[in-house]
T-cell receptor
Framework: GAGVSQSPSNKVTEKGKDVELRCDPISGHTALYWYRQSLGQGLEFLIYFQGNSAPDKSGLPSDRFSAERTGGSVSTLTIQRTQQEDSAVYLC????????????FGQGTRLTVV | GENVEQHPSTLSVQEGDSAVIKCTYSDSASNYFPWYKQELGKGPQLIIDIRSNVGEKKDQRIAVTLNKTAKHFSLHITETQPEDSAVYFCAASPTSNTGKLIFGQGTTLQVKP
């Protein structure tokens, strides 16, 4: 079956512009996560959606970052007024949502802010 | 909050040798410890995981050990092959009610033919 799909795969934007990154999770997965991976670094947790519960936004680095999940499926991560330090690979993952089940990752969106 | 430290950052071995990557965590409440492999240009992929009620788990050439008292866990790869070359990440789940994972910094493994 289809895995986690992210679009676009690459995005180059000018400093100060807003960007939207999209994630299509695996069908039936109720949990969805966004992570950020800076060059040569580990994965930094950003936000977590579980079903209809309020999302865990504890990892969002600033109020320029926000995310939505519509209809319990597709998610969009929005970065407003992008800065050069926002350049990174943004990874989305989904899981069945029960505690400690495997998270399946997409291939990521490489964001470059120039 | 939870903090995961991973060592070494790079590891080079000869084909056929073993490779060991070690991680420590800070939150004693963490109870789920997955290991991910990330190949160039791809997202991380789960290779093995262990839960806090198990001390060791093995899957063919890959094994993971967990020491809850010392709060560390390790990945062991035996009979390494060139296709094992990748970046490996350990992670810890800080509570049992969330899939949120805290990742280590990653280990770049190079297996030389």
């Amino acid at each position: 079956g289809a895995g986690v799909s992210q679009s676009p795969s690459n995005k180059v934007t000018e400093k100060g512009k807003d960007v939207e990154l999209r994630c299509d999770p695996i069908s039936g997965h109720t949990a969805l996560y966004w992570y950020r991976q800076s060059l040569g670094q580990g994965l930094e947790f950003l936000i977590y959606f579980q079903g209809n519960s309020a999302p865990d936004k504890s990892g969002l680095p600033s109020d320029r970052f926000s995310a939505e999940r519509t209809g319990g499926s597709v998610s969009t991560l929005t970065i407003q007024r992008t800065q050069q330090e926002d350049s990174a690979v943004y990874l989305c993952a989904s899981s069945l949502g029960t505690a400690n089940t495997e998270a399946f990752f997409g291939q990521g969106t490489r964001l470059t802010v120039v | 909050g939870e903090n995961v430290e991973q060592h070494p950052s790079t590891l080079s071995v000869q084909e056929g040798d073993s490779a060991v990557i070690k991680c420590t965590y800070s939150d004693s409440a963490s109870n789920y410890f997955p290991w991910y492999k990330q190949e160039l240009g791809k997202g991380p992929q789960l290779i093995i995981d262990i839960r806090s009620n198990v001390g060791e788990k093995k899957d063919q050439r890959i094994a993971v050990t967990l020491n809850k008292t010392a709060k560390h866990f390790s990945l062991h790869i035996t009979e390494t092959q060139p296709e094992d070359s990748a970046v490996y990440f350990c992670a810890a789940s800080p509570t049992s009610n969330t899939g949120k994972l805290i990742f280590g910094q990653g280990t770049t493994l190079q297996v030389k033919p």
